[in-house]
């Protein structure tokens, strides 16, 4: 099994309160080795940015995140590439913030990449 780094962006607008969930099931995959950045895709001044920043409050001391927050609203498609430009990850992949991740996801993707020798994985939902 490969022990590649795997980058996890995930762009925040308006759901704060949903965002620790998303962060915390990243956090406790069994594959270990993952970065976590975060967007803040919020104007300046809003609730919404302010609760953002509060809600990152709680990971500050944590290496693996990274916490991007430049008080513009660029859209969704948009903070994900600058989730992009600032991964260190062999691997890249999206969380949103109204979801998470089951703790076995980005194991069994880098698994599906490396046993089939492919650049891209994809999953169903569970619904």
Avoid: W
Avoid at 42 to 52: A, L, R
Avoid at 96 to 118: M, T
């Amino acid at each position: 099994m490969s022990n590649e780094l795997v980058s996890v962006v995930i762009p925040t607008y308006g759901r704060s309160l949903l965002l620790k969930r998303a962060i915390t099931s990243v956090l406790e995959q069994d594959y270990k080795n993952v970065e976590v950045i975060v967007i803040n895709d919020n104007k300046k001044d809003t609730v919404d940015y302010i609760s953002t920043i509060t809600v990152m409050q709680d990971f500050d001391s944590l290496p693996n995140i990274v916490f991007i927050s430049s008080g513009e609203n660029v859209g969704g498609s948009e903070a994900r590439n600058i989730g992009i430009k600032h991964s260190s990850g062999k691997y890249i992949t999206f969380l949103d913030d109204d979801d998470y991740f089951y703790k076995n996801k980005i194991r069994k993707q880098v698994e599906h990449l490396i046993n089939n020798d492919i650049d891209v994985s994809v999953c169903d939902m569970d619904l």
